[in-house]
């Protein structure tokens, strides 16, 4: 669903969480009450929830704090200006990730930053769909361009980008939080968010990374519903208390930007021990899939390539370079 700019000026009035009444909302846009009615109807369908009580008006149930251009470039590091050649904040989009992907395509330049409030096919692994509901969570995409090394030089980089999501976290002094191999922020055996990163390019010449991040601020109970494997969100970590948004997406930007930069000549190896630090799953019983095939054993942690290694049950350890692990977080 697209955002009409008339529903965008009503939540930015909104985005406070207090009453405000329909002719208040009326007057302002120069419509009627039962349009301002007809509009707000619609908001659901974006995922906000929203109370109508006659005498008072209309509120969010949850304040919004919408995500800012200028408050994010007045407060991003000077490094990271270097860095962004362009930053782009969509109301709506389809998926951040495929926005980019379409402009890397386009020969866009390294640096290019998207963030989106809403996205209506946000892409998790395995093709699942990343629930969004709008202004709630943090949906951004980079794109970098790696000129030397090729595809296979990219390798254990969502480790990496991985690394970097808990170091912005641990800003805010969350620090109940780790990593599922290859991709996932966890907390207390629930996911927290997720890494996809889209490669293209040449085997052994210059390439580009499409790297996405999904990061669970706040989802409201009727719109998680539909996810099916266990979840979480900052708003539960943090015993309900609000997370300022444009700072959070600064500081992912901040140390993503300060990973990728460097990556080429680090690569996976100068994470590696960090990563570790955060591995939520060593030493867990767990299922790999890999297509149809699955493995179970023992995590015992990665290797120094930023492999998965499972020890089978007659004692082997076999090294794995993707899949994707189910584990049992009651065991968390």
Not at 21 to 36: C, K
Not at 320 to 327: D, I, K, M, N
Request: with cysteine.
């Amino acid at each position: 669903m697209l955002i009409s700019d008339k529903q965008k000026t009503i939540l930015n009035l909104l985005a406070d969480g207090e009453f405000h009444s329909g002719t208040e909302l009326a007057g302002m846009l120069g419509i009627s009450r039962s349009a301002i009615c007809k509009q707000i109807s619609g908001l659901s369908e974006l995922g906000l929830q929203h109370a109508a009580v006659s005498g008072k008006g209309y509120r969010l149930d949850k304040p919004l704090e919408l995500l800012s251009r200028s408050k994010i470039n007045e407060i991003l590091s000077e490094q990271s200006k270097a860095l962004i050649s362009a930053l782009e904040i969509h109301d709506t989009l389809n998926s951040t990730n495929t926005y980019l992907v379409e402009h890397s395509r386009n020969d866009a330049p390294s640096g290019f930053v998207c963030f989106a409030e809403h996205q209506t096919a946000g892409k998790g692994r395995r093709g699942r769909q990343w629930v969004s509901p709008y202004g709630s969570n943090i949906h951004v995409s980079m794109l970098w361009r790696f000129q030397q090394g090729g595809i296979a030089g990219t390798a254990g980089l969502s480790l990496a980008i991985g690394v970097a999501v808990i170091r912005a976290l641990k800003q805010f002094h969350i620090n109940d939080v780790g990593l599922k191999w290859p991709n996932d922020i966890y907390s207390q055996g629930k996911k927290l968010g997720g890494i996809l990163i889209e490669v293209s390019g040449e085997a052994d010449g210059p390439c580009a990374a499409v790297i996405g991040l999904g990061l669970n601020i706040f989802l409201p109970e009727p719109q998680a519903q539909s996810i099916s494997q266990a979840w979480t969100d900052l708003t539960k970590i943090t015993g309900e208390t609000p997370l300022p948004r444009n700072e959070l997406a600064v500081a992912v930007l901040n140390h993503i930007l300060a990973i990728v930069d460097g990556f080429e000549a680090a690569g996976i190896k100068a994470y590696l021990d960090e990563w570790r630090s955060y591995d939520c799953l060593k030493g867990r019983t767990a299922t790999l899939f890999i297509g149809r095939q699955q493995v179970e054993g023992i995590v015992e942690g990665i290797d120094d390539n930023g492999l998965l290694l499972i020890k089978a049950a007659d004692g082997s350890v076999q090294a794995f370079a993707s899949g994707e692990v189910s584990f049992n977080a009651l065991t968390v």
